[in-house]
């Protein structure tokens, strides 16, 4: 199990010429294990498909290695490279029906007849497409064309499967069966997987880990408990959770006893400064100016806390999201049960030192979670 | 504009009738023309009652031209022959040749690779007065002049510049990530170039291949210079119909339909690969 898989190391890549052109991917470092399932996350045009690509053979590597299954790889032609990868526009080949286009990706394999019908059949059923085996991609949805492509991928015994958005174009419930589905038979058979998505329901639920990437560089590669819990910076903090952190500027003061941060609109949070630990206290008596984060769920309305005006007040049928404007900003806040506020009520609005994100104000650099340093 | 009057589909019924007449009319005259002798053909006023005769096409494929001042030995069906020869050869040539340079051009960008594709298809514009004198020259020099090899070789000038720029476009239009795939499943290039690009860019190699074919059927000059009466196609042969005693317009207008008939065959046979292939690809290539 402690294998390695994939290893990438310093690998940038350039569009055009190198150090000139494009930078789609900047110093990527990233190993993953034998087994592990990655999803890599990040808004459009962060070079995720990029990334999958390079490791494929379809793009060059601009400068870096990459290994799989302990070979280097990055010269070698992609028939050489053992890899299996779903395409982000599915790439069925319009001549093969679906059965023949699933069943293609096992010709170099060299199974026999029977082997290979089972294989086929056993898939379709799986992404529940046995119903539209005969048909060719022309006549079939986007939908379906999708499926069939991530079957020609998850078909094949490969060192490594890369899944280009696999399912983005899947309806909600089919996503969410597949899903288990999928984890299921990778798991079962112990292959190695990096999924590209942009649903981070998704990639909780199949990730082991998650690589979080931003303009073309790794922001933070780790479980989804560690990334939600212990973002490394502004960036990740922001972009994985729904909804999103509340984050806001601060000045940091400390007297004696107690830690302040003040914001906008002259709002004050105090804490007796045994909220957090020694280490925290000393990293944050270090800077001036930093950035307060707090996820939706773990704000509190309580009467004694801070006031803030109720902006939003909505209920999606199993949580009520109410936005409040505060310091300046917008605090989001979700609460599980059906709250009915008036727009324009003041509330008491609690922040819990134990939930506090806080983050340099100039890198974005995370510096403590919690009580504990970051 | 979904439903039409009645009138508006009459007057666009005579207006397409119009335009069919005017341009196919001076075909249907060239037929008529070919079952007649030059005495009717040349009768004031011109009338298209008159007896068929069989009297050129018999001529033509015998090889005996009756004329005033006696009998001429004509080659027009060698002539044929030629036309076939070197338009086949030449396509196969330029196919063989530039259906996998299209390939290279369309899926591999390198330093300098849009100036070359481009060259090649400058050969194109240059007439083709402005090369064949220094290319006579040349071609006396290697022998080449008067050969059927020559003439193929030449002949490139006009086909592989057009199933070049064709076909690259109908590769272009080929999605990339469709041939990766197939590599990715653990293909070779070129299996992936035989076996995914080539039968996905069929069409568009069809009617490049048509076009070339045409394109080197109705050439004239080339042969013109650079062969002798055997080696000729009929594009040349057929001015050998102007005889010291007269034209024969009888005998060129049955050569004429004998020439046009198998680019005419194939085109109609073909046609829905040209309409296809051309609007696919040559407009984006
Ligand atoms: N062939 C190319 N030539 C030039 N630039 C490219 C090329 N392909 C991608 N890029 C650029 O590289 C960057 C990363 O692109 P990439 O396709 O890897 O993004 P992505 O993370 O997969 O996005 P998405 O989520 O939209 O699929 C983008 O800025 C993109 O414009
Ligand atoms: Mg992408």
Known sequence: MNATALSIENVDKFYGPVDHGVHAVKQLNMDVMKGEIIALLGSSGCGKTSTLRMIAGFEPVSRGTISVAGRQVQTLAPVRRNVAMAFEGYSLYPPLTVRENIAFALKAAKLSQNVVEEKVASIAKLLEIEDILGRYPSSISGGQQQRASLGRALIREADLHLLDEPMGQLEPQLRAVLRGRIKHYIKERGLTAILVTHDQTEANALADRIAVMEGGVLQQFDTPQMIKERPANLFTGTFVGEPPMNVFEASVSGTEGRVAFGLEDGIRLEYPAADFSHAVRDALMKRKNVVLGIRPYSVRRSADGVTGRVAVNQWLGDQTHIAADFAGGTMVLVEHDRTNLEIGQPIGIRLDPGSLHVFDSESGMAISHGEELA | ?285
């Not at chain 2, 020559?150 to 272009?172: A, D, H, N, S, T």
């Not at chain 2, 080339?222 to 000729?232: E, I, R």
């Not at chain 2, 049955?254 to 829905?272: E, F, M």
């Open chain 2, 1 to 285: 504009m979904e439903t039409t009057s009645p009138v508006e589909r009459l007057l666009r019924g005579v207006a397409l009738t119009l335009v069919v007449v005017f341009f196919m009319f001076p075909i249907v005259w060239i037929f008529l023309m070919s079952f007649q002798t030059n005495e009717t053909i040349l009768r004031i006023p011109p009338s298209v009652v008159f007896s068929p005769t069989l009297e050129n096409y018999a001529a033509l494929i015998t090889g005996k031209l009756q004329t005033a001042s006696g009998t001429l030995d004509i080659a027009f069906m060698r002539n044929l022959g030629n036309s076939v020869l070197l338009s086949v050869a030449s396509v196969a040539v330029a196919l063989l040749l530039g259906v996998p340079a299209a390939y290279a051009f369309a899926r591999h960008k390198f330093k300098g690779s849009e100036d070359i594709a481009f060259t090649l298809l400058s050969f194109r514009f240059a007439p083709p007065l402005l090369v064949l004198l220094p290319l006579t020259q040349y071609f006396q020099w290697l022998g080449l002049s008067n050969t059927y090899f020559g003439l193929i070789w030449i002949y490139q000038l006009i086909c592989l510049p057009l199933i070049l720029w064709i076909v690259r476009g109908y590769f272009e239009d080929i999605s990339a990530d469709v041939e990766y795939a197939y590599r990715i499943a653990g293909h070779s290039w070129f299996s992936t170039f035989r076996k995914i690009a080539l039968p996905l860019a069929g069409p568009g190699i069809a009617a490049a291949g048509l076009l070339a074919f045409i394109f080197a059927w109705n050439n004239f000059v080339f042969a013109l210079v650079l062969a002798s009466a055997d080696k000729q196609p009929v594009t040349v042969g057929a001015l050998a119909f102007v005889t010291a005693s007269g034209i024969q317009y009888g005998q060129i207008a049955a050569a004429i339909v004998l020439s046009i008939t198998p680019t005419l065959a194939l085109a109609l046979y073909a046609q829905r690969y040209l309409v296809e292939g051309l609007s696919l690809g040559a407009v984006k290539g």
